[in-house]
């Protein structure tokens, strides 16, 4: 079993930045790629980044594309997600999950997932 634990949300002004870290026990994340989804009020989780764990490619959603960075600490086991020039629109809560799917922007994909963390952005 894997127990993935999301933190550093929280509250920011537009324009401000955050670093989210996803910290895996039970497991390493050495066999998976590691997703941030979101899910504002209403609306559905969607796909945010991905990093695959051998080869360190990423994947972001157009809409954070230059904003976002999600990247990895081999030793720690924890994936990052630095989030810079945060809009209003941000607002959600933020998940991360594992999968050894191939479809990393797919949630159905992910086999594994936090409880997430929420990062409010002010405008």
């Known amino acids: 079993q894997v127990q993935l634990v999301e933190s550093g949300g929280g509250l920011v002004q537009a324009g401000g930045s955050l670093r989210l870290s996803c910290s895996a026990s039970g497991r390493t994340f050495s066999t998976y790629a590691t997703g941030w989804f979101r899910q504002a009020p209403g609306k559905e989780r969607e796909f945010v980044a991905a990093?695959?764990?051998?080869?360190?490619?990423?994947v972001y959603a157009d809409s954070v594309k230059g904003r976002f960075t999600i990247s990895r600490d081999n030793a720690k086991n924890i994936v990052y997600l630095q989030m810079n020039s945060l809009k209003p629109e941000d607002t959600a809560v933020y998940y991360c999950?594992?999968?050894?799917?191939?479809?990393?922007?797919?949630?159905?994909?992910?086999?594994?997932w936090g409880q997430g963390t929420r990062v409010t952005v002010s405008s």
């Open positions: 990093i695959y764990w051998t080869s360190s490619s990423t």
């Open positions: 999950a594992i999968t050894e799917g191939v479809l990393i922007t797919i949630p159905d994909e992910y086999d594994y």
